[in-house]
């Protein structure tokens, strides 16, 4: 028999009417929490069967002024780019920067936290597999440790992020390639388990390409690590193949062009491609890359201003949404008459 899923804070939270702080609060010996509040949350906590998770849980002390960053992967630029946003914030606030990955392995999120409150830092910076449902955030919210999210967009206002509209980001890209005439798309997308951020913009690609009328997209996804887009030969090797192909983010569409090559197609003869990020390299290659751009380096210097301010407890936590923009590219090209 299927065993039920472990209680969350959340679930305390919304069992006892409550937010998540005051339950972290509570659990934590925290002031300031009126006796009939921490006596309904304990029963939920007894009555759910809930165990906190104690990770973190004395790190608080003795914390020097450092901040912890937890990556996906150290090896797509947009990370890269905001590293140095958090970077440029830090140093100009007197703060150092710790820097440690997940290789877009959702079991290694855990292992990769704990490195970095071993080291005692004050806060986080961190992009996850999925917002929301993360083992890795809900020990972080029992610890009652502080932390931003980035990249990530979370469906809990408790969990303060910085990130671009993703499934919006998607529409766009669908449009873009509708308005060159492409009738016939495709999406090559991340891996779903390991990025939400491709689950998102593979749901807002979908919503824009059936507002439009036109047949549901393919979709290939495709492992982040691998070092050439996968399965293409299926898609694109059968009569009736697409014209357009939207790539989740623009280190994918790279290396989805060189598979497209393999199979004898050309970029943007055959097919056109968009990819999603703006990574500089993407405007360095022959033909230069359309893309979605996301701000990533104004995206990490606010997460690290926004976890400053909650670490000097002078905000809430708040979910910052910065603009996207599309970036035209002569990847993607009108469709040929016949098309």
Known sequence: MKSQPRPTLHDV?????????????????????????????????????????????????????AVGVL????????FADSVSGIQ???????????????????AQERAAMEGLLAERVAGLIVTVADAERSPTLDALDEAGQPYVLFHNESPFPERASVAVDNEAAGADAARALIAQGH??????AGRFLASDRSRRRHRGFMQAVAEAGLP?????????????????????????????????????A?????????????????????????????QLISPSLASI?????????????????????ASPPAQIRLSHRYRPGQSLAAATPQE
């Open 13 to 65: 939270a919304a069992q006892a009417g409550v937010s998540i702080a005051t339950v972290s609060r509570v659990l934590n010996g925290g002031a300031r929490i009126r006796p009939e509040t921490a006596q309904r949350v304990q029963e939920v906590v007894r009555a759910l069967g809930f165990r906190p998770n104690r990770m973190g849980r004395d790190l608080r002390r003795g914390q020097s002024r």
């Open 71 to 78: 990556l996906p992967t150290l090896a797509n630029p947009v």
């Open 88 to 106: 440029e914030a830090a140093r100009e606030a007197g703060w150092t920067v710790l820097i440690t990955s997940s290789d877009y392995d959702p």
């Open 183 to 188: 009738r016939r798309l495709a999406m090559v």
């Open 216 to 252: 549901a997209p393919a979709l290939i996804e495709a492992d982040f690590n691998a070092e050439e887009a996968a399965a293409l030969g299926d898609v694109f090797t059968a009569s009736g193949r697409p014209t357009g192909l939207f790539c989740s983010n623009d280190l994918l």
């Open 254 to 282: 790279l290396r989805t062009i060189a598979g497209l090559r393999a199979l004898g197609l050309a970029v943007p003869g055959d097919v056109s491609v968009i990819g999603m990020d703006g990574i500089n390299v993407g």
């Open 293 to 313: 751009v996301q701000p990533a380096r104004e995206m990490g210097r606010r997460a690290f201003l926004h976890l400053l301010a909650r670490l000097a407890e």
